[in-house]
């Protein structure tokens, strides 16, 4: 059974009034557990209106959408809901109410109804999942400190629910080289760690070509393509779209094939290219020999 699956899901903001706005228009989809999804997509393509839809935040105007094979709408599953899908939202930063690091963690727990001797414990492995040492951080206040910190704070957050579900929207924007690569870090770890299924949404290609097992990519709130990363970053339609966004490796192997039509411009993968370049400097080498 897919642990997501959505049906014709479509979802119009202030239905009814001259502000009505269609924001995801009939989009089918499955997601396997342990799956992990990449959604790209223009700035209002209808990105975060989905996800809000996978914690029952959005309920669908039409079509429908199944967590765990159970409909959302459902409000007997609503707390099961809450406590199996975890989200950390854009900017999450700036949504943190709490006066220590601490009470910022413990807060979705509390809600969770987490035992109070249980808090300590989940805070404390949460924060080592994102790098961070719980004694030398837990009194400070999250407001003095940095981005990639309070964004590392913020994912912890999330983690200390133990969701099953896993989502990120935008997880790196706005940090340095640094924060980033310590937030795909995280991914990476959980990725290999666990059975999570994780979704998040980046403009970032590489970061999801690195961590993603499958691409979603919205158009207009249209799900415009849907698979495997290499199959939908080797579209025609795709690559029209965001090609000066793939990494440089692969914008050089695309010239490179142009020139010498014998080379593979679809790999996607640094080890893949490296074999590719390898056997055309090989040709080259044995034609002058
Ligand atoms: N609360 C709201 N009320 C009315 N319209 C909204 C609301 N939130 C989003 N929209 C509209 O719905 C569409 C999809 O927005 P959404 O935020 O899902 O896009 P997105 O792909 O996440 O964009 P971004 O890359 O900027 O985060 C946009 O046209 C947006 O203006
Ligand atoms: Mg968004």
Redesign the pocket.
């Known amino acids: 059974m897919p642990i997501i699956e959505a049906k014709n899901l479509t979802y119009k903001?202030?239905t009814g009034t001259t502000?009505e706005?269609k924001?995801l228009d009939n989009i089918t989809f499955k997601v396997e557990t342990g799956d992990v999804i990449g959604i790209i997509?223009?700035?209002?393509?209808?990105?975060?209106?989905?996800i809000k839809h996978l914690n029952g935040i959005l309920q669908p105007t039409d079509g429908s959408i199944k967590i765990f094979g159970k409909d959302i709408c459902d409000k007997r599953y609503r707390n099961e809901l809450w406590e199996k899908v975890g989200i950390v939202f854009?900017f999450p930063e700036q949504q943190t109410f709490e006066d220590t690091v601490f009470n910022e963690i413990a807060y979705g727990l509390k809600n969770l109804q987490v035992s109070k001797e249980e808090i300590p414990v989940r805070v404390k492995s949460s924060l080592e999942k994102v790098g961070l040492e719980y004694e030398s951080i837990i009194s400070i206040s999250p407001l003095s400190l940095s981005g990639g910190i309070r964004r590392r704070v913020a994912v912890a957050s999330i983690l200390a629910m133990e969701p099953e579900i896993l989502i990120l929207?935008?997880c790196t924007a706005g940090l340095d080289l640094l924060g980033r690569e310590k937030i795909i870090d995280i991914i990476k770890k959980i990725k290999k760690e666990s059975k999570t299924t994780i979704i998040m949404?980046s403009?970032n290609i590489s970061e999801l070509i690195e961590l993603c097992s499958h691409i979603a990519v919205?158009k207009d709130?249209k799900l415009i393509s849907f698979g495997k990363t290499h199959q939908v970053l080797s579209e025609k339609n795709v690559q029209k779209m965001y090609f000066n966004m793939f990494p440089d490796y692969i914008q050089l192997m695309h010239k490179l094939s142009e020139t010498f039509g014998n080379i593979n411009a679809k790999s996607m993968y640094i080890e893949e290219i490296e074999m590719e370049l390898h056997n055309l400097l090989k040709g080259f080498k044995d034609e002058r020999n």
């Open positions: 903001y202030c502000y706005r924001a997509g223009e700035n209002g393509s209808g990105k975060s209106t989905l854009q929207d935008e949404v403009h919205l709130g």
